[in-house]
Structure formats: C-alpha cells, structure tokens
C-alpha cells in the first residue's frame, strides 16, 4: 500500500491516517501531525525546515558535554482497574528506556553487520537519562507520578486527558518536564488496528501544551500489565518527541516511500536508514521493500530494510542510526524548550539529582463508597522511599493497621476518614482523608420510586451519589418536573465538552423479583447547537459499584433533536421523554444493586432526569396515577434495530400517561411475552431483552384498552 497524498500542494510526507484502517499495532503519531498541517498550512514547511536543519547540522558525537538529564513527569489517567500500573512498572519502563536510550541494550549483538544489512557500524546511543522529576511546578515535593481516576478518559483516549478541566491532567511546562500520560485505549481515528501510543515532534512549538507521549499501559516498560514486552513503545515515542519520523516516511511532495530524492532533505531526513515502502510489522531478516536508492544514501547501494530500527513498527527493534541520534542532539541544543529540559539549571529545579527521602504519605482506596460489611483496599503511594506505615480508619476493621497496603471492613452505614503516617526511618508524613469512605445505606425495597421531591439538594444524601470532577454536577432543581415540582437537574449549559456527571443509586434490594423488573425514568433536554453531540448511558451493578454493566446508550439526535441556544428548562410534561427498560436481567438481582446515570458534555444543554422508578413486573398502575385510557391516541410505533439480536428498541408516543400492554407474538399467533407498563406522556421508548428468543419473525403489539397497534421485526 502506497501513502496517501492528503492535498494538491499540502502533500503530506508521514504515514497518513488511512493506514491504520489496516489491523496491527499503530503509532499516532502521523495522525496527529496531519491534524497539525490542516490546522496551519505553514506548519508544514515549518517542519520540513526544522527537519532539514537538523539532519544535515552534522553535530559531532561523542563530545565533551555531561550527560543530558531529563525530568519525567507521569499522568497516569486511570479508572482504578490495572491500567493503574505500579510504581514499579513505571520505573521499569524509564529503566528501558535509559537502555535503549545510551545503547546498553543486550540486544545490539542483533543488530545486523552483513553484506545487505551492514547496519551495525551505524548504530548509535545518546549520553542520556530519563528520571522521575522530585520537585514539582510548585516547588513541593513529588515522586513524578500523578496518579487521576477518570474512568471516562482512559479509554478511547486522547487529548482531552492532558485537561485537568476536564478531568484529566494539565502539562507540567514542557520546558522543565517531559510528560508522559498513560491510559487504557487509544482513539484510533476508525482504524481497525489498535494504536499504542502518539507523540507531537517538538517542531514548530512542539503542540504546545499537548507535548509529550500518550501511550496505553498495557505496552508501558515490561513488567506488570506490560509482561513480556520490550518496553520499545516508549522508546520510538520518545524518538518522535524528540524530532524524528517513521523510517518508512515517502519524501515531502510524493506519496512513493521507496524514493530516491536527496535523504538529508526527505522522507525520514535521514541516510543511514535505508528506504522502507510501508510499515511492516514482522521480523524477516531479508525483507527488501524498495530496490531504489536515495541520492546521498549512506550505503550507496539497495540494502534490506532496517527493520532493527526504534522508528520502524518491525518487532525486532534494536537500535537508533547515528542520523538519528545526531536529530535528536541536535534538537536539545537548538529548540529551546528542549535545551532548557537539560539545563543544569532545571536538574536543580526538578529535584532529579537528590537523594530519595520520605516527603509525602499518600494513599488511595480501591473503592470510594461500598455496601455494609464490604472492604476496601488501600494501596500506599508514599515517596520518595518509605518503610514504615502507621494507619488508622474510623469506622473501620482493623481500626489500625501497619501493613502497606491493609484491606478493611466496613460494617455500617456512615462517611469515614482514614489517616497514613508514613515515614523513612528517620523523616515521617502524615495524610488525612477526611469523609474519605463512604459506607451506602441498607437497599431500599422495592417499588424503589423517586421524583426527587423530598430534598432540597444532592449534595451530602444518602440516597443518590453525585459524581462531579469538574464545572457543574447534578442538583436539585425546584420549579419544574415530570412529577411534582422538582427534578435532577444537571447544569450542562455552559459546561465545557468532554465533561462526564453521574448520579448514582444507594442500594436498592432487587432480590425479590421472581420473573421480571423494569427500570423507568423519564428525562427532559435540549441541544445548545445542532451538531452537538452528547451522550447519556445507564449503567447498573449487581455489586454496590464494584463494576458496572452498560445496558442503554443514547446520543445526539436520538437523545433528542431540537435546540436552542439559550439555557433551556422543560416547560410542560410534553418535553419530558419515558424511558423504560426491561433489560435488568436476572443476574442483578441482588441486594446490591445500584443504577448509575452518566451524561458527556458536548458543551450543549442542561439535562434533566425525574421519576426514576424500579418495580416488578406487571402491573404497573400503582407506580404512576392519573390514568387517562379515554384520550388515549396511539401515534407511530417503530422498533429497531430490525433484524435485532439482543436488544429490541420500541419507541411510541402518547399524549397521556396510561396503561400500556405491550405483547410479542410469534407467527402462529401465540404469545410469548407480555409487558404491562405504564407510558408517560410524550415519547416513550422500551429497550426489550431479546438474546433468549429463537431466530425468526415476530409481531410485536402496543396495546392501550381497545386500541393497538402491531409491527413486525425479526430476530436473527
Ligand atoms: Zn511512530
């Protein structure tokens, strides 16, 4: 596969994003310098400059200069699962790259010296080291590793997690840390492959406060969620941090990766890395892509590819060329956010050769807010070297503890600190959490019914958990509602996008439920903007939040189409949309389990949700009053996806709440399920479980008193 050329004279020279439609393992790099060059034109002869100069500077190696040090700083943007590497993993992975970096690998006798592959001579290591950074921006000190729990960020992820404003974590200034974020996924822009990490080169500002490595944890170092890697992930972002291309990049101008234009000046600006077509991923030792030979060619004649390279996706990687390794001197000397990273100046400011000494307790609990009787695990994160631990938890069991990482009961109902004094035999620190632990009331039985008409705020309830990392989060809202005169509402209007607010059940005992259970709630909203897209999701738990199951999405225009560019407040009941889902299966059916409702800004509108409702099966009309079957007008019904396989949405409106009997015939006539629901004015939308049915075509009937209306779908 040829690169593909993006624009009449705009031609990019990197790996277009076309490419990772492709499967296999991809860096996003190109990616994301493509978004730079159409964000500004000029940024591509920016690069093709800085690139030129670096690679044709000639920096004599081996000079009398002390080893460069950088201070590295981690976000590790997590939601408490194993992406939350350890320390150690962490370490491991500075530890390869340091390797990999000065050439210390144990591999370089891999590194081939034959007649087609006389690469050896030509490889080549940097006086350098990586070290966690042990002072901060602020002057405090620090172990270098941040550590954010933002479980909407880490996966799929992208820039939105260098925001601490959105829930991720700002830059330290580029020009006295290297930053690296660590997530569990990657957006890979539609690709079928997965992409492992993406970093900006530091050219033409280098993306600003985007600077720096984006990488999935599972490819962080070699130890821990990264076991039995070779840590190279690292070492080829670092490489595009710090100036260089993919070595299979075609020239400026050209979509031809095997060229022969002048290779001080195109492709990968570099002449000791043989032209490669595409990328490619195995490891054969005769692979030869391209028969050309770049003017300027360092070996004058068609070698095999260079697949040992860091900047390649070949998985024998193993070296650097001595080009490469000029770029990137070259560049510590010459950008100056660079140059001022190495200073003698920042080592002293970052604290990065001190001696390591306790300067901070600190600690994080496995699960924030649980069910009497449950535990929960506290893991010790104090640095910067620690060997004693004194804890104690209020309202816990063991009341104290000296273990590093103690696990603890909690039996009844309350909000609990939890203290750590750490120390180092001879500095000691102190943490505390204050209303750290948050132990959930007993369930509350079922019909569970709420219309929020009791409190006068969210915050500080027992009955509902408001998540809120930043700008608004869901409250009481007094004036309107479903039901009543108040409502849940989430102040979205004004909130900027990639935010993410859930609101959360206490327990709700479901253990009683013989046959089947409905979730209903209704919600009211409006866009801000048309193309605004945001997304609801309704999570449930069978485990008091341990972990939670998806069971409805609904975004952008389903969620609703109308807009309107001023704050908007629902007005009658005919704005309010009933949603009702028949899909609690029956493996939550316990004491434990909790609802969760998550919304994700696109900087649009407010959101309202009122009359969240749990019951058993059928009937229903002690859940709702104010029957109306005399006005009862049946509009469309529709139901999608047809054919379905799991999962059978039903959508039809009426103008009044009333009794709905919704029944599943097969094509003999017979019945074989029944729903009783009550339907609330307006748009009224049941997601039905259809995974147990057999294959074949089914008729689905809404039925109001005499008036029904039927469609058929089909279940593959
Ligand atoms: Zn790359």
């Known amino acids: 596969m040829k690169k593909t050329i993006l624009s009449a004279f705009g031609v990019v020279a990197f790996a277009a994003c076309a490419i990772s439609q492709t499967t296999g393992n991809w860096c996003g790099s190109d990616h994301i310098i493509q978004k730079q060059i159409e964000a500004d034109p000029n940024f591509q002869s920016v690069l093709h400059t800085s690139m030129m100069n670096a690679a044709q500077s000639r920096t004599e190696e081996g000079g009398a200069r002390a080893t460069l040090v950088v201070p590295v700083v981690f976000h590790i943007i997590h939601d408490n699962g194993t992406g939350n590497v350890s320390d150690a993993q962490i370490q491991d992975a500075l530890d390869e790259l340091n390797i990999d970096y000065n050439r210390w690998n144990p591999d370089t006798t891999s590194t081939r010296n034959t007649a087609q592959a006389p690469f050896s001579p030509q490889a080549g290591g940097m006086d350098i080291e990586f070290k966690l950074a042990k002072i901060d921006p602020s002057g405090q000190c620090t172990n270098g590793i941040l550590r954010i729990n933002a479980p909407s960020l880490t996966y799929d992820a992208g820039e939105d997690c260098k925001q601490t404003n959105l829930g991720g974590s700002d830059q330290w200034a580029k020009n006295k840390y290297f930053n690296i974020w660590i997530v569990n996924s990657i957006n890979n822009n539609g690709g079928a492959g ?15 406060d985007g600077y720096g490595i984006l990488m999935r944890h599972d490819w962080l170092g070699t130890i821990g969620t990264a076991a039995g890697g070779d840590g190279a992930t690292l070492t080829h972002e670092m490489g595009h941090s710090l100036g260089l291309s993919h070595i299979f990049n075609a020239p400026w101008g050209s979509s031809d990766g095997c060229h022969t234009n002048d290779c001080s000046s195109n492709g990968d600006y570099c002449c000791d890395t043989p032209p490669q077509e595409v990328p490619n991923f195995s490891c054969n030792s005769t692979w030869n892509s391209c028969s050309s030979v770049p003017s300027g060619d360092t070996y004058g004649f068609d070698t095999y590819d260079q697949i040992e390279n860091y900047m390649s996706y070949n998985s024998c990687q193993n070296m650097f060329s001595g080009d490469q390794v000029n770029i990137m001197e070259f ?11 190495v200073s003698g100046g920042n080592t002293v400011a970052t604290g990065v050769n001190l001696p390591d000494v306790l300067c901070k307790a600190q600690f994080s609990g496995n699960q924030l807010s649980i069910c009497a009787g449950e535990t929960v695990t506290f893991s010790d994160e104090s640095y910067n070297t620690v060997n004693g631990w004194t804890w104690t938890f209020t309202g816990g069991t063991p009341s104290t503890s000296t273990d590093q990482n103690p696990t603890i009961q909690y039996n009844a109902q309350g909000v609990y600190e939890v203290t750590l004094t750490a120390t180092d035999g001879s500095n000691n620190d102190t943490e505390t959490k204050t209303a750290y632990i948050r132990v959930l009331p007993e369930p509350s039985i079922l019909p569970f019914i709420e219309s929020f008409e009791s409190y006068s705020t969210l915050n500080g309830i027992d009955e509902w958990e408001v998540y809120n990392p930043g700008g608004n989060g869901y409250d009481i809202y007094t004036g309107t509602g479903y039901t009543g005169n108040q409502c849940a509402k989430l102040t979205n209007f004004g909130q900027s996008a990639g935010n993410s607010d859930e609101l959360i059940s206490s327990p709700i005992d479901l253990t009683g439920i013989t046959s089947e259970v409905t979730l209903s709630f209704r919600y009211a909203y409006h866009k801000r903007y048309e193309s605004n897209d945001e997304w609801l999701k309704v999570f449930i738990s069978d485990d008091c939040g341990g972990a939670w199951a998806q069971r409805k999405t609904i975004h952008g225009t389903q969620l609703s189409a109308l807009f309107q560019n001023s704050s908007w407040t629902p007005s009658a009941q005919w704005d309010w949309t009933t949603i009702h889902m028949i899909n609690v299966t029956s493996a939550f059916w316990t004491d434990k389990f909790r609802v969760k409702f998550e919304f994700e800004s696109d900087g649009g509108n407010n959101f309202f949700l009122d009359d969240i409702n749990i019951y058993t099966g059928p009937p229903s009309e002690t859940i709702v009053v104010g029957l109306n079957e005399a006005d009862f007008q049946l509009e469309a019904v529709s ?7 799991n999962e059978l949405n039903v959508r ?20 074989i399920q029944t729903s009783s629901i009550v339907a609330g004015a307006g748009s009224n939308w049941i997601m039905m479980n259809t995974s147990e049915m057999a294959s074949g075509m089914y008729f689905l009937k809404v039925q109001v008193g005499d008036a029904h209306k039927t469609v058929q779908f089909v279940v593959k």
């Not at 997965?194 to 600003?208: E, F, R, S, V």
């Not at 039809?652 to 019945?671: E, M, R």
Request: no cysteine; aromatic share 14%; hydrophobic share 40%.
């Open 194 to 208: 997965i992409t492992l990490g993406y970093a900006y080169l530091p050219y033409g500002g280098g993306g600003g």
């Open 331 to 341: 560049n510590f000397t010459n950008i100056s956010f660079l140059a001022s990273i």
């Open 639 to 645: 139901v999608y996806p047809n054919p379905t396989d």
């Open 652 to 671: 039809f409106t009426v103008p009044n709440a009333v009794k709905t009997d919704i029944l599943v015939q097969d094509v003999t006539g017979k019945i």
